[in-house]
């Protein structure tokens, strides 16, 4: 008799992350109101003109009507049309380190800003176990970075995402 692996789920750390295209949904996302279905249009993603390092959409080729660079008020990412009520903040490592050390004061105001968005995320592209860590480019505490991961005060749960960036 084989013995089963008594993990159904393998460790998120030995996950691969391919660059492989995605392909979109096969069947369009349909809203309903009132009993009546609603085709929703693809969004175009607004990227901001200052993001540095901003993410790489080719691999979803299929799931937006295009990408448009533009300053925005607050935040990195937003959807057009909806500027004033979406915004996307994204910390790399090195960023958010910076972010809760020399410009606490400054991220802390940014999220009250975002805050008064009705749909915000604030996205950190690093491991938890990468936040938890020495950093060896600077001599910030850890403990004191690590704080942000128990998502910021007053934003909901599903506001906040720890993401690995491959």
Not at 11 to 21: Q, R
Not at 33 to 44: D, E, H, S, Y
Not at 65 to 74: D, Q, R, T, V
Request: aromatic share 8%; glycine share 6%; proline share 9%.
């Amino acid at each position: 008799m084989k013995r089963r692996d008594p993990t159904l789920i393998k460790s998120p750390l030995t996950w691969h992350m391919a660059d492989a295209p995605i392909a979109p949904p096969s069947i369009p996302v349909l809203a309903e109101r009132g009993g009546t279905q609603l085709k929703a249009p693809r969004a175009t993603v607004v990227v901001d003109t200052r993001e540095q390092n901003p993410f790489d959409f080719a691999r979803f080729g299929g799931w937006f009507a295009g990408i448009e660079n533009k300053a925005l008020k607050l935040g990195d990412y937003s959807v057009a049309g909806l500027e004033d009520l979406c915004v996307v903040e994204r910390k790399d490592l090195p960023d958010l380190v910076h972010s809760l050390t020399v410009e606490r004061s400054v991220f802390v105001n940014r999220l009250k800003l975002m805050s008064g968005y009705p749909h915000r995320l604030l996205v950190i592209t690093t491991a938890l176990g990468q936040i938890k860590s020495p950093y060896p480019y600077s001599a910030a505490n850890p403990n004191r970075c690590v704080s942000v991961a128990g998502c910021p005060a007053g934003w909901p749960e599903s506001a906040f995402s720890l993401y690995r960036h491959a």
